[in-house]
């Protein structure tokens, strides 16, 4: 291996100063850990530039084999990949990403560099040019300015992180034995900018394996960090939990890559996992009649972010024809629960199966507002559909709350009625209430049914009002802080609802 020189030997920094201590690394994918597999130059954050009619680049290496020839190399220094130049063939290549460096923070960049040619040594011309009739058989790292041509090795150049062989060297340089070395740059000269650096290599003599690993831009600014997403409702049915929440924005150095959602049985025992590229996450292998807490955080290609709000619910019990769904709280402060379970006339069986919905959402989802105030329906508004019925079957929903419901309420839906084609507000009449749960006598295209059609599908999309003088002997009517709760998790899965059972407008 030949030895390593730098030009900017007042920049360089003693191998002590790659524990930097700082808090916030710039460069993505600086291990070249992530890569389309070895032999290819694919590294996801960093460019590619080659000059035209080159042959080889830099290419994904493991091991002590070289990519492409394959020549004994010396093993990547971190992980399990280095980024290292093979060819067959002569040829001009850069690697490059551009770093924004925060103001008024220091700055250093690290990396691992290894150096084979299988050419004598000769001096390094001033030029990325492999088609030159001179020798040209050098390899060099640079801080360079964005704008610059990236062959350019003048007025672009910024700062000479490493070259070999240096500049005026003579063929009485010696060959040193070793594998990779350190080099350093300070970079806190460049707060405030956005950099480029290059890793270059052209050869137009014989082969040369230009190594480079661990590269690594850390500044003293504070991390960013993810935030934490926040979960919007949830549907149980039979031992699943879909899991609906607002989505993450990625930060510097971490991007958002999917999401993670944890369900945690109060009683003890091992979490289950669910995880999705996008809301909502479902979680499997519930235990019916079991009580669970569970979170959702955004997940990267390094990292979880924090957990979202925590959710608790019961399971079902095995066997049951129902669901669990969430209830937004009073004030939006939270979410809580309410059980749903269908039957046909009187309790008995019935063929109809409960749909996934979305759960409570807020009165001002619906197309036309109801006349009595959105604040007159301290639940909400709960989208039901069950198909899978005989055409023209009555079933029987029961909602159960976690709170008693006041008396002389009613229940109100918006949509066509026999009477009256039109979607409207109106109160219905198969509607009863004890305690805290109420249940609604629903006939397959009768009123009550959204699509007014004996089909075996029956959509009721409604909410229970409360006036301000119905709540003796129940609960205070809440006055919600609506546009809190209009998440966009919840407009999607009313949205669905919609295309499905609309709520008329």
Aim: hydrophobic share 45%; proline share 8%; glycine share 12%.
């Amino acid at each position: 291996m030949k030895c390593l020189q730098n030009l900017g030997a007042g920049l360089l920094l003693s191998a002590a100063a790659l524990n930097t201590g700082y808090a916030t690394e710039l460069l993505a994918n600086g291990g070249f850990e992530t890569n389309g597999g070895v032999g290819t130059a694919s590294f996801p954050g960093w460019q590619t530039f080659a000059q035209g009619g080159s042959v080889g680049g830099f290419l994904a290496q493991q091991g002590t084999k070289s990519a492409a020839t394959p020549v004994t190399v010396a093993a990547p220094p971190q992980g399990s990949f280095a980024a290292m130049s093979d060819q067959p063939g002569p040829g001009s290549h850069v690697i490059y990403q551009d770093v924004a460096i925060p103001a008024g923070y220091p700055a250093a960049l690290s990396a691992q560099v290894y150096v084979q040619s299988a050419s004598s040594l000769a001096a390094a011309p001033a030029s990325l040019d492999y088609t030159q009739a001179a020798p040209n058989q050098q390899a060099r790292i640079d801080v360079m300015k964005p704008a610059a041509a990236l062959d350019d090795v003048g007025a672009g150049v910024l700062a000479n992180v490493f070259q070999w062989p240096a500049a005026g060297a003579t063929p009485t340089h010696q060959v040193q034995a070793g594998g990779y070395q350190t080099v350093t740059l300070d970079l806190s000269a460049y707060a405030g900018q956005t950099i480029r650096l290059r890793i270059a290599e052209v050869d137009n003599r014989q082969s040369l394996f230009f190594g480079v690993d661990a590269v690594s831009i850390n500044s003293g600014a504070p991390a960013a960090q993810l935030g934490a997403p926040t979960i919007l409702s949830y549907f149980v049915q039979g031992t699943s939990v879909a899991l609906t929440f607002t989505p993450v924005a990625s930060v510097p150095m971490q991007t958002v890559t999917g999401y993670a959602a944890q369900c945690t049985p109060q009683g003890g025992g091992a979490a289950l996992t669910g995880s999705a590229a996008a809301s909502p996450v479902t979680v499997a292998g519930l235990t019916a009649a079991a009580a669970y807490n569970c979170t959702v955080a955004a997940t990267t290609a390094s990292t979880t972010g924090p957990a979202s709000n925590s959710v608790s619910f019961a399971v079902p019990i095995t066997g049951s024809n129902g669901a669990v769904v969430s209830v937004p709280t009073a004030g939006g402060a939270g979410l809580g629960s309410a059980a749903i379970a269908l039957s046909g006339a009187g309790g008995s069986a019935t063929s109809c199966v409960l749909q996934p919905v979305s759960g409570f959402v807020p009165a001002t989802s619906a197309p036309v507002p109801p006349p009595q105030g959105a604040a007159a329906f301290p639940f909400g508004l709960l989208n039901v559909s069950a198909s899978g019925c005989v055409p023209g079957a009555t079933a029987q929903l029961t909602v159960t709350l976690a709170q008693a419901i006041p008396a002389g309420a009613q229940y109100w839906k918006y949509g066509p009625t026999p009477s009256n084609s039109a979607p409207h507000w109106y109160a219905f009449a198969g509607f009863s209430a004890s305690g805290s749960s109420y249940t609604l006598t629903l006939i397959d295209g009768a009123e009550g049914d959204d699509d007014l059609s004996a089909n075996g599908v029956i959509a009721d999309p409604g909410g229970v009002m409360v006036t301000p003088g119905s709540s003796a002997g129940g609960i205070p009517v809440p006055v919600w802080d609506l546009w809190a709760l209009l998440g966009a998790g919840l407009m999607l899965s009313l949205a669905a609802m919609r295309r499905r059972h609309p709520l008329r407008r």
